[in-house]
């Protein structure tokens, strides 16, 4: 996968308030993909993004992807303690082996 | 439950010891992927596999570790002579081929002592 970086890499927040973490590339992504991994778990699918400008809502939960395929986003409104967790965006360049960065740490306090 | 597995959950080992871990991919997925993870970190790629055969592998796959999927369907990775440095969750992931989202099972927690 092509390399993006993720911001912000840690985030505290209180129960209720919004949460945004942003991935940027300087190259042209065909496609991000984002999990979410909560403390002592395992990688788990979140959704995909391909087309330029896309927005998929899940929930509380808003992805968006740039339009120039550049960037993209994960929105959390009014945070829940089930938020808690590391979340990676990720490029998928091939559709095989995943490169996870070092992804968002969450805390919510409750 | 029809998710990956895997096999050990755990596993302490002594320094130079071998030690094998297994994992059952979701029955009808054809690919299937190897990481590393420690702590602070986001899983590493290690290898991974289209049925039985072995596609690629990372260079972080030293000669010390090797990997099989004899029928196509559980995998096996070994580590011979561990060392400290071992000490990392393994995960397991598959995939259907063409699809991008991998599912992961619960992970092989090693600690090398």
């Known amino acids: 996968g092509q390399q993006v970086m993720q911001i912000p890499q840690y985030q505290h927040v209180q129960e209720g308030e919004d949460f945004t973490t942003y991935c940027n590339s300087s190259?042209?992504?065909?496609?991000i993909q984002w999990y979410k991994q909560r403390p002592g778990g395992h990688p788990v699918f979140l959704i995909q993004l391909v087309k330029s400008g896309e927005v998929k809502k899940q929930k509380r939960l808003t992805f968006q992807f740039g339009e120039a395929k550049k960037n993209s986003s994960l929105h959390i409104t009014a945070t829940q303690t089930t938020d808690v967790g590391t979340y990676f965006c990720i490029s998928g360049g091939s559709n095989y082996k995943l490169t996870f960065g070092k992804g968002t740490l969450l805390t919510v306090n409750p | 439950d029809t998710g990956v597995s895997q096999d050990p959950r755990h596993k302490i080992t002594k320094r130079g010891q071998n030690v094998t871990f297994r994992c059952d991919p979701i029955s009808e997925h054809n690919r299937l992927y190897w990481y590393r993870q420690t702590l602070g970190q986001g899983p590493e790629f290690l290898t991974y596999?289209?049925?039985?055969?072995?596609?690629?592998k990372s260079r972080l796959l030293s000669d010390r570790f090797s990997a099989e999927r004899p029928k196509g369907s559980f995998s096996t990775l070994e580590i011979q002579h561990t060392e400290q440095g071992d000490s990392a969750m393994y995960l397991c992931?598959?995939?259907?081929?063409?699809?991008?989202?991998?599912?992961f099972g619960p992970g092989t927690r090693l600690t090398v002592t």
């Open positions: 596999f289209q049925n039985e055969a072995q596609l690629e």
């Open positions: 190259t042209t992504l065909s496609n």
């Open positions: 992931a598959s995939s259907t081929e063409g699809a991008y989202e991998q599912y």
